[in-house]
């Protein structure tokens, strides 16, 4: 599982907001998610063969106007 980065392709049956790219990363004993605006980290378990818990510890938090509704 270390070193493992992903990209969101769909959330509840949709594609995330045109223009984003939604990410996570798991690195250095610490999951970090770019969630098109903000960043948010914090550490992670694993459990069998499909199960992550990433539990946040913290996030960056910034006013992002575009793309449209990316603050929702």
Do not use: Q, W
Request: charged share 20%; proline share 4%.
């Amino acid at each position: 599982m270390e070193d493992t980065h992903d990209i969101l392709r769909s959330f509840k049956g949709g594609a995330p907001i045109p223009g984003t790219e939604i990410t996570l990363a798991i690195e250095g004993g610490e999951a970090t998610e770019f969630a098109g605006c903000n960043t948010y980290f914090g550490s992670y378990m694993v459990g069998g063969t499909v199960t992550l818990t990433v539990s946040v510890l913290g996030s960056r938090e910034m006013a992002c106007l575009e793309p449209e509704n990316i603050m929702e």
